[in-house]
């Protein structure tokens, strides 16, 4: 019987264990496990623009919720008013106010600059007596009139030259 050749074993060291790209070679890819991944990329990648409309959508129904929310507020304060005008004492208080109306037989006195104070230190006295200026106000007038009327003054926007033709 012919002999069989000795085969001699050699002792191999492997490689230290914990290194960098160990983790790796541990992974098992199957055919199972590579079609997850890519459903989970197409589902990825179908879903995110949709996500992003629907978060936008959310974001502006919030924006016209708050839009919506004002305005109930403000036909709320526009009620109260259109009621307000409804009572006959208000009605009376703001034309009292606004157009300075009176009843019959009350007298309205209008203070006008009363946050002007009057300088008593003028050197005109004050007297008791009403005065009044003696001018000719009919003379003055056609003074006026005819020195605009027959100065030779020309005014500062007919200095300009006209330009005569059309644009062409």
Do not use: C
């Not at 055919?31 to 992003?52: D, E, Y």
């Not at 009292?96 to 037989?105: I, S």
């Not at 009044?132 to 300009?160: C, H, I, N, R």
Request: hydrophobic share 45%.
């Amino acid at each position: 019987m012919p002999s069989k050749p000795r085969v001699t074993r050699l002792a191999v060291d492997l490689p230290a264990q914990g290194g960098a790209s160990s983790w790796l070679r541990g992974i098992r890819l199957s055919g199972f496990t590579m079609l997850s991944l890519g459903m989970l990329i197409v589902f990825v990648v179908v879903l995110a623009p949709s996500l992003r409309i629907f978060a936008e959508q959310q974001h502006e129904r919030a924006t016209l919720a708050a839009e919506v929310e004002a305005q109930k507020d403000l036909v709320e304060d526009l009620e109260q008013d259109v009621a307000r005008w409804d009572d006959p004492s208000y009605v009376e208080a703001q034309a009292r106010e606004r157009l300075y109306y009176v009843k019959p037989g009350e007298f309205s006195y209008l203070v006008i600059d009363d946050g002007q104070t009057v300088s008593t230190t003028s050197e005109v006295p004050i007297s008791a007596t009403l005065q009044t200026t003696e001018v000719d106000w009919v003379s003055m007038m056609l003074s006026s009139v005819f020195t605009a009327g027959l100065t030779d003054a020309v005014p500062a926007d007919l200095d300009a030259p006209v330009i005569e033709g059309g644009v062409g």
